[in-house]
Structure formats: structure tokens, C-alpha cells
């Protein structure tokens, strides 16, 4: 499709300003610089979003009860304005992003529509698997009648509707194509990427400035992030280094106790073990800058944007082999893949790097060109583009 006067709308109901800088908001930002006329559309006020008006078209609606309700405020807007609609982008494979996108085609038979699931085949957890929904692994709840006539109804009417579905790794790609059929043919790979290429970023650093940092960023304590783990390894990896550990982010409620009881047992470590909280996103590139190791050790994730950013200020990565950037490890050699809930592989793989600077310097810069072309969100939104234009052509 040719980007002249065609249109790009993205529907992300609970969109927040921060959201830009995240796919949300990157996926129609940078389908406009390729000359779409991108929209977004979500639930608020025009004064919520003072960031993302910078750079982007978004269509507010009033978040009321009744736009709320079933999502009829965005359903009104996609009966009154489907048919001015190229390409539909929803997140997510849930009850609401298919009936935007069933309702949409209804509308626009000639319209084309992309999901874009932040999921990994990892996760255990599957909206679209029936009986039971997993909460996390070993947890579970039962489904009701509701739940499952809806489920009966997305898989057997709303899902055909789906043009081009996307995950962030080729495995994840591989693993889901074989156990789900509407998958056949129309799954794709597309990552996420960085927004350092955008004003007010932190400039590239100098490797040689770093100083002796291990980071970590995200939702410190949750089951997923295992911030646990990370902060078991790092007792061994201090005894036998002078590096520090960085976290930043939010800390779960429940995680604070853990904390507490973890500083009382490791007085030594109260030094070197610094929680930042959450940061804004100069001061998190400028973490990066310092740091020399980034270090995941979660028991699943999805391509997380705090990958590509970190590897953009040349940071080599630690994570384990249930995220989505374990592929792109093991291709370009831009850090170490380690076995999830191991604090002593964890802290054997940091100890590693962190004795051997030649090699964690070589992973450090290939990590910034990995992020900087493949993960560079121009080039991954240029490949979506193309892969939209493949399937359009063959209607033809």
C-alpha cells in the first residue's frame, strides 16, 4: 500500500502519555513518518497526552461510564469512521481487540487489519485458551459461562477477521504457528525498538567512561521480572567484585518485605545495592550510560523496551532463555543466556563478563549496532509495512 493519503488508526482504549515511547504509541508515530495520516484513539482528555501530541494525531474519547460500558465509545467511532480507515491496529489477542477489529472489517471489507500481541510463547499465558485462564503459572481460575460463550464466539467468528498478527520473537513465532491454526500464514515477527533516536535523548555514550554497574529495570518484584533471583545472585557476585546493582523502577507492595529482611541479612550490601525507583526517561539513559552490564533474569518476557535501550547505550545483556531477545543473543553474541530461577548460573554469567572486559566491551558495541539497525523502530516499522503490502497484493 502506497503511504500516500492512506491511513493508519491504532486503538489502545487505556492508553497513558508514557505509552509513546512504547509500542502504543511508536507503532502510528512512525507509520506517519513513512506518510501515513496516523491516528490514535483511546480513552481521555486532550491535556492527558501532552507528549504524545508532539508527534502524533490522537482522537480522545470522553472516558465516561457510558463510553466505557462494552466499549461503546470506541465502537461509535468505528461505525462512523471505519470506512476512512487503511489499516486498523489493536494490541493484544483479547475479547476487545477482536470486536474492534470484527467490527471494523464488517465496515470495511477492503480495510486491513494487524494485531500486535505483546506475548511470549513462554508466558503460560494464553487469553485465547478456553476452559482455563492462566494467571501465572500455578495459578488458576475457572472461566464462567459468560467468559466462554465469548471465547466460543472470538474463536469461531471475530479471530477470522485478523489479517496479520505479529509476536516479538522467532521462537515465540514458531511455537505458536505450530499449536494454533489462525495462526498459519499470517504470524509475523516484529520487535520492539528504542526512542533514543528522538529529541531529548541522552547521547551515545563513551564505553570507556562506564563505570562498574549491573542494572536492572522494570516492575521490581513481580512473579515475572524475578527481582528475587537477581538480588540472591548479586550476594555472590558482590563477594567477588567490586561492581553495584541498580534497580529501577516501581517496587511491588508486597516485595518491600522481602527487601527489608534482605538488607537485614546482607548489611554489607547496603552500599552497593540501590533501589532508584521509578525514573524518568533521561534519568533511566543516563543509568544506561553508566552502567556496563544490563541484567534480566526473568522467568518469561516479551521483547521488553528496556532491552533495546539498554543495549543502545552499549550495555551487555544478561537475561534467560525465556524472553524474546534469547534469538537475537545466541545470532549476534550480544550478551549471555542463562536458566531462569538459578542465582548461582546468574551470578557465574555476571562474574564472567565482568572479569572479562574484551569480550563484554566486543558484546557491549555489538549490542548498540543490534539496537541500532534491527532494533531501530524506522527499520521494524519499514519491514511491518512491507509485510502489509505482500498481503495486499496478493487480494489483487
Known amino acids: 500500500m502506497k503511504a500516500r493519503n492512506s491511513t493508519f488508526c491504532t486503538i489502545f482504549p487505556g492508553y497513558k502519555d508514557f505509552h509513546f515511547y512504547k509500542d502504543p504509541g511508536q ?21 492527558d497526552f501532552p507528549e504524545t501530541e508532539k508527534y502524533l494525531k490522537i482522537t480522545c474519547i470522553k472516558d465516561r461510564y457510558l463510553s466505557r460500558k462494552f466499549n461503546a465509545g470506541i465502537i461509535y467511532y468505528l461505525l462512523c469512521n471505519s470506512r476512512k480507515i487503511d489499516i486498523l491496529n489493536t494490541f493484544h489477542l483479547t475479547w476487545s481487540s477482536l470486536l474492534f477489529v470484527f467490527i471494523y472489517k464488517v465496515i470495511n471489507r477492503k480495510g486491513f487489519s494487524y494485531i500486535k500481541l505483546d506475548n511470549c510463547a513462554f508466558s503460560g499465558i494464553y487469553p485465547w ?6 494467571q501465572r503459572p500455578g495459578h488458576m481460575r475457572n472461566v464462567g459461562f459468560k467468559s466462554k460463550v465469548k471465547s466460543f464466539i472470538a474463536r469461531n467468528l471475530f479471530i477470522k477477521t485478523a489479517d496479520l498478527w505479529s509476536v516479538e520473537d522467532e521462537d515465540s513465532k514458531d511455537l505458536l504457528e505450530s499449536k494454533y491454526s489462525f495462526f498459519k500464514g499470517n504470524l509475523i515477527t516484529v520487535y520492539n525498538g528504542h526512542t533514543s533516536d528522538l529529541p531529548g535523548s541522552v547521547g551515545i555514550c563513551n564505553i570507556a567512561d562506564k563505570e562498574d554497574i549491573i542494572t536492572t529495570a522494570g516492575r521490581l518484584g513481580t512473579f515475572q521480572k524475578g527481582t528475587d533471583v537477581m538480588l540472591d545472585a548479586f550476594k555472590k557476585v558482590a563477594a567477588r567484585s567490586k561492581y553495584d546493582l ?29 533501589f532508584q525507583g521509578p525514573l524518568g526517561r533521561e534519568e533511566l539513559q543516563r543509568l544506561y550510560c553508566r552502567s556496563k552490564l544490563f541484567c534480566m533474569p526473568s522467568r518469561y518476557e516479551g521483547m521488553a523496551i528496556v532491552f533495546p535501550e539498554a543495549m543502545y547505550y552499549m550495555n551487555a545483556v544478561i537475561t ?12 549476534f553474541g550480544i550478551g549471555l543466556v542463562v536458566e531462569k530461577d538459578n542465582p548461582e548460573d546468574l551470578a557465574e554469567a555476571l562474574l564472567k563478563l565482568i572479569n572479562e572486559k574484551e569480550e563484554r566491551e566486543q558484546m557491549a558495541r555489538r549490542a548498540h549496532e543490534i539496537s541500532s539497525t534491527i532494533l531501530n523502530w524506522n527499520n521494524i516499522i519499514k519491514t511491518l509495512q512491507t509485510e502489509i503490502d505482500i498481503r495486499l497484493s496478493q487480494r489483487n
Open 27 to 47: 507503532v502510528p508515530y512512525r507509520f506517519s513518518k513513512l506518510g501515513y495520516t496516523s491516528t490514535l484513539v483511546c480513552y481521555g482528555n486532550l491535556y
Open 246 to 274: 541498580h534497580l529501577a523502577g516501581p517496587v511491588e507492595p508486597s516485595f518491600q518485605s522481602y527487601i527489608e529482611k534482605y538488607r537485614q541479612a546482607n548489611p554489607s550490601l547496603n552500599s552497593r545495592v540501590f
Open 320 to 331: 534467560t532463555g525465556n524472553v524474546s531477545l534469547k534469538p537475537l543473543i545466541d545470532k
Open 129 to 134: 485458551e478456553i476452559e482455563v485462564e492462566k
